[in-house]
């Protein structure tokens, strides 16, 4: 994992966007929406403290969730 904690959040959402892209989910049109779409104040969004993450070295744990409509 790199050391950076902001190279380790744009890690995750790469990681985020591709299994979105591989599900057939297109979040760059997603994200490019939200952008336009919402400003500040930002809807809410949730973080939670706990007392440990999965990974070691972990500084983030990001919960996605995602639908397709056929």
Do not use: C, Y
Request: proline letters at 6%; glycine letters at 6%; charged letters at 30%.
């Amino acid at each position: 994992m790199p050391e950076d904690p902001r190279d380790r959040f744009r890690n995750a959402f790469v990681k985020i966007r591709l299994a979105l892209r591989e599900a057939g989910v297109d979040f760059d049109a997603f994200d490019e929406t939200r952008r336009i779409s919402l400003s500040e104040p930002w809807p809410a969004g949730t973080a939670v403290e706990v007392a440990g993450l999965r990974s070691q070295g972990a500084v983030a744990e990001i919960r996605v969730i995602a639908a397709t409509w056929a």
